[in-house]
Antibody, heavy 116, light 111 residues
Framework: EVQLVESGGGLVQPGGSLRLSCAASGFTFSGWWMTWVRQAPGKGLEWVANIKDDGSEKNYVDSVKGRFTISRDNAKNSLYLQMNSLRAEDTAVYYC?????????WGQGTLVTVSS | QTVVTQEPSFSVSPGGTVTLTCGLSSGSVSTSYHPSWYQQTPGQAPRTLIYTTNTRSSGVPDRFSGSILGNKAALTITGAQAEDDSDYYCMLYMGSGTNWVFGGGTKLTVL
């Protein structure tokens, strides 16, 4: 059974940094693209970034380009999202997902709150 | 910038049939956009219902079906049940760079 468990969320001040992690199990992690999706409180879903199975290709939504970095460690079955220069509008629940023609299996999410 | 459009809300009676749509502010949706559909209830993670236009995800009841209707992607629920009362999001592949874009979601009420 595919399991994805996010961690690393919390309260951070504007301009600060946070690193999210996603621990994967139940599938061959190194064989799949992975994705981060976020959802601001009371709002819809927003695709944030994805990364190829070997880490050689990464894509980002325009609003996070230059601030967020997606990465992975296939030896540790883990996905990461390094978030720098955080803004209030980055406040959201962040979900990691195993990709298959888009996010397919989802974690339960981790809440990031950017506030002073 | 092209926007993915969905009806903000819809209602259906139990046992009834409803079709939700997913369009583009400019242009037509085709299978090349690999439309997918997600269901989300409050406080829960999204659940994948349909991917690549019309493929049901594992465990999804067959009352959910996906298609292209005219110039939009569509999600049809045939024989709606109370537990289908949820938010529904579509997502389209917009090509390299932009990659995937979600619609704004449809709040479906079953009553």
């Amino acid at each position: 059974e595919v399991q994805l468990v996010e961690s690393g969320g919390g309260l951070v001040q504007p301009g600060g940094s946070l690193r999210l992690s996603c621990a994967a199990s139940g599938f061959t992690f190194s064989g799949w693209w992975m994705t981060w999706v976020r959802q601001a409180p009371g709002k819809g879903l927003e695709w944030v970034a994805n990364i190829k199975d070997d880490g050689s290709e990464k894509n980002y939504v325009d609003s996070v380009k230059g601030r967020f970095t997606i990465s992975r460690d296939n030896a540790k079955n883990s996905l990461y999202l390094q978030m720098n220069s955080l803004r209030a509008e980055d406040t959201a629940v962040y979900y990691c997902a195993k990709d298959y023609y888009g996010p397919h299996h989802w974690g339960q999410g981790t809440l990031v709150t950017v506030s002073s | 910038q092209t926007v993915v459009t969905q009806e903000p809300s819809f209602s259906v009676s139990p046992g009834g049939t409803v079709t939700l749509t997913c369009g583009l502010s400019s242009g037509s949706v085709s299978t090349s956009y690999h439309p997918s559909w997600y269901q989300q209830t409050p406080g829960q993670a999204p659940r994948t219902l349909i991917y690549t236009t019309n493929t049901r995800s594992s465990g999804v009841p067959d009352r959910f079906s996906g298609s292209i209707l005219g110039n939009k992607a569509a999600l049809t629920i045939t024989g709606a049940q109370a537990e289908d009362d949820s938010d529904y999001y579509c997502m389209l592949y917009m090509g390299s760079g932009t990659n995937w874009v979600f619609g704004g979601g449809t709040k479906l009420t079953v009553l």
